[in-house]
Structure formats: structure tokens, C-alpha cells
């Protein structure tokens, strides 16, 4: 059975950074799709970031892309959201999430979720 472990969510200024780790056991790391998800209170969860399991492809949303960067260690099983100049509509549950073969684009899509880490930007 997979699992996912988030860290690294906190409290931020606006403009500021954060960067959250995900650490993954129970399976082959290297043979996982893995993404970044988040929600936001009274809203649906979106779709962040994905990467391939090689790492050699990525996608982001288009509310992130060039703020947010995802990355991948399959060394160490982790993957990594690095998020700078942080917005306060960047607040939400940020969770990591792991694909059988395919970069997730929507919940559906995911096979594995983590329990979320909660990242708040103030204004």
C-alpha cells in the first residue's frame, strides 16, 4: 500500500516562499506519476503541478505556472513543490498525490493520496 507524507506548509507573507516535501513508501517510487493538488475552503480541489516518473515532464496550472516549481528525487522517494512569490489565493490544503503511468490532471486521476499540509498567505 502506498503512502504519502506531507511537510513543509506553514504561514507566509505575501511574496514569500515555501517549500513542500512529499516522502513516499510501499511501492516502486520510479514507476509512479506523481502530482500536487490543493483546496481551498468552499472550493473544489484543483490540480497544481504533476510530473512524469522519470521527471523529464511536468505540468502546471496556469494560476502557478512560473511561481511554482515540482521536482522529484527517486533516489531518496520524495517529491518536492517549491513555491515562491506566494500569493494569499495560494491558501489551501496542499496534497501530494501518486499516478499508476500517467501525469494526474484531476482527482479522478490519482491513485494515492497524502493526508494534506496546510499552507495559509497573508496579505
Known amino acids: 500500500q502506498v503512502q504519502l507524507v506531507e511537510s513543509g506548509g506553514g504561514l507566509v507573507q505575501a511574496g514569500g516562499s515555501l517549500k513542500l516535501s512529499c516522502a513516499f513508501s510501499g511501492r516502486t517510487f520510479s514507476t509512479f506519476a506523481m502530482g500536487w493538488f490543493r483546496q481551498a475552503p468552499g472550493k473544489e480541489r484543483e490540480f497544481v503541478a504533476a510530473?512524469?516518473?522519470?521527471?523529464?515532464?511536468?505540468y502546471y496550472a496556469d494560476s502557478v505556472e512560473g511561481r511554482f516549481t515540482i521536482s522529484r528525487d527517486n533516489a531518496k522517494n520524495t517529491v518536492h513543490l517549491q513555491m515562491n512569490n506566494l500569493k494569499p489565493e495560494d491558501t489551501a490544503v496542499y496534497y501530494c498525490?501518486?499516478?499508476?503511468?500517467?501525469?494526474?490532471?484531476?482527482?479522478?486521476?490519482?491513485?494515492?493520496w497524502g493526508q494534506g499540509t496546510q499552507v495559509t498567505v497573508s496579505s
Open positions: 498525490t501518486a499516478s499508476r503511468g500517467r501525469l494526474p490532471r484531476s482527482p479522478d486521476e490519482c491513485d494515492y
Open positions: 510530473i512524469s516518473w522519470s521527471g523529464g515532464t511536468t
